[in-house]
């Protein structure tokens, strides 16, 4: 079966950190762009951050300096590791491989 599984989200502090994770079955990532969105509440889906194929990445304003989004083709997963979290980036975050190919989502939580 084709997807794509993320994992690591949760409740975090503001200014916490929290790893997230996508896993990927039935495809290989190494020959796709990967991307991270979110969606919060009331709000359209935007992109966090995306990384090409030869790794070089792009990354949404709001998260510059402190998100990272990287992959591993060797484990086919593609990671976002989320420094310094406000409670702005609470939302539900999808794993995107240009495919087109969507996870179903993590929730991150970020609150006192």
């Known amino acids: 079966q084709v997807q794509l599984v993320e994992s690591g989200g949760g409740l975090v502090q503001p200014g916490g950190s929290l790893r997230l994770s996508c896993a990927a079955s039935?495809?290989?990532?190494?020959?796709?762009?990967m991307a991270w969105y979110r969606q919060a509440p009331g709000k359209q889906r935007e992109l966090v951050a995306r990384i090409s194929r030869d790794g070089s990445s792009h990354y949404a304003d709001s998260v510059k300096g402190r998100f990272t989004i990287s992959r591993d083709n060797a484990e086919n997963t593609v990671f976002l590791q989320m420094n310094s979290l406000k409670p702005e980036d609470t939302a539900v975050y999808y794993c995107?491989?240009?495919?087109?190919?969507w996870g179903r989502g993590t929730q991150v939580t970020v609150s006192a």
């Open positions: 995107y491989a240009n495919k087109p190919l």
């Open positions: 039935g495809i290989s990532l190494s020959i796709y762009s």
